[in-house]
């Protein structure tokens, strides 16, 4: 079985990708890491939780509540993982990318950046390893 830490630290190196997207300026790109980021976060806590792999879904706001995370969050927290759902197509579907980046700015971005990082120390103090 594969150590949710493996899963946790692939969250981590995601988030430090999303930094460096924001100061390159690829934003579409640092919504799609954040994504990615809280994706393998919640993951990891399923596996720990669980002790089984993780169902094979993107869509954040389900995956939180198969892990029985989604109860205990703040409407805040519910709110960035909505906020991201759409971001998982843009490695898929270049045609939507356009429409993405539309809603992509530096402040928005950096919001969710601080926000994806809020919720990963969160979901990993949870954890408690």
């Not at 992509?104 to 954890?127: F, R």
């Amino acid at each position: 079985m594969t150590n949710f830490r493996k899963w946790f630290d692939r969250a981590k190196y995601d988030l430090g990708t999303a930094k460096d997207m924001l100061k390159m300026g690829r934003l579409l790109y640092v919504m799609f890491m954040c994504q990615q980021t809280l994706e393998k976060g919640l993951k990891a806590y399923y596996l720990f939780y669980k002790k089984e792999i993780p169902p094979y879904i993107h869509n954040l706001v389900k995956l939180s509540d198969c892990c029985e995370l989604k109860s205990s969050m703040t409407r805040e927290q519910i709110e960035i993982l909505e906020r991201l759902n759409p971001f998982y197509i843009t490695a898929r579907y270049p045609e939507d990318h356009y429409d993405l980046e539309k809603i992509c700015s530096t402040s928005s971005c950096q919001e969710v950046l601080t926000k994806t990082e809020e919720l990963l120390t969160w979901i990993e103090a949870k954890m408690k390893y």
